[in-house]
């Protein structure tokens, strides 16, 4: 059984770009949940995705938007980077919306 | 929407030391879980505890919703504990845990 994947490990953006970060949840989960740490801070909700259907958001704006495909992997987008959305962006994955969850090893995005 | 409050928010231990870290939050909870995160950034499960007891090796936490508080407890501590702790309670109203600021953990040899 292998865990939650995620892909970049590290990435530089400038500021205005597009990125994209993927994630491949554990086998036989069908939940995957996003979230931003920005340093010295605990992680924030961004969205949940379950059976590949938005459910859930937290507070942030439209530019960050994600996916979720037939196989429970998941894409996390966001656009017009600012220099304030440098973080630690963390997946986790779950067997449903409300159990206990998994998370990746992440994806540090730096935005200059 | 709830407030989760860690204490405390830094700790220093010697190895061997026993410790207990606290959570508390604002509003009713249908679930909690605790996860240590390491130094590389990875967040580790600990427990998935809404209410009770539960125990694991070395470490043990008490969730006492009612109360809104929940105690993680970490006996003989070695260097390996050492991390940024982290409570996530869900709130009955949301699809989401919501996390604590942390307790940040250093054990010295």
């Known amino acids: 059984e292998t865990g939650v994947t995620q892909s970049p490990t590290h990435l530089i953006k400038t500021r205005g770009q597009q990125v994209t970060l993927r994630c491949s949840s554990q086998?036989?989960?069908?939940?995957v949940s996003w979230y931003q740490q920005a340093l010295g801070q605990g992680p924030q909700f961004i969205f949940q995705y379950y059976r590949e259907e938005e459910n859930g958001r937290g507070n942030f704006p439209p530019r960050f938007s994600g996916l979720q495909f037939p196989n429970y992997s998941s894409e996390l987008n966001v656009n017009a980077l600012e220099l304030d959305d440098s973080a630690l962006y963390l997946c986790?994955?779950?067997?449903?919306?409300?159990?206990?969850?998994?998370f990746g090893p992440g994806t540090r995005l730096l935005v200059l | 929407g709830i407030q989760v409050e860690q204490s405390p928010p830094d700790l220093i231990l010697q190895e061997g030391a026993n410790s207990t870290l606290r959570c508390n939050f604002s509003?009713?909870?249908?679930?909690l879980q605790w996860f240590h995160q390491n130094p590389w950034g990875q967040l580790i499960n600990l427990f998935y505890?809404?209410?009770g007891t539960k125990q694991n090796g070395r470490l043990s936490a008490t969730t006492v919703a009612t109360e809104r508080y929940s105690l993680l407890y970490i006996s003989s501590s070695q260097t390996t504990d050492s991390g940024v702790y982290f409570c996530?309670?869900?709130?009955?109203?949301?699809?989401?845990?919501?996390f604590g600021p942390g307790t940040r953990l250093s054990v010295l040899p």
């Open positions: 086998s036989g989960h069908n939940t």
């Open positions: 986790a994955s779950s067997p449903a919306s409300k159990e206990t969850q998994y």
């Open positions: 505890i809404p209410s």
């Open positions: 996530a309670p869900e709130p009955n109203y949301g699809q989401n845990f919501v």
């Open positions: 509003d009713s909870v249908n679930n």
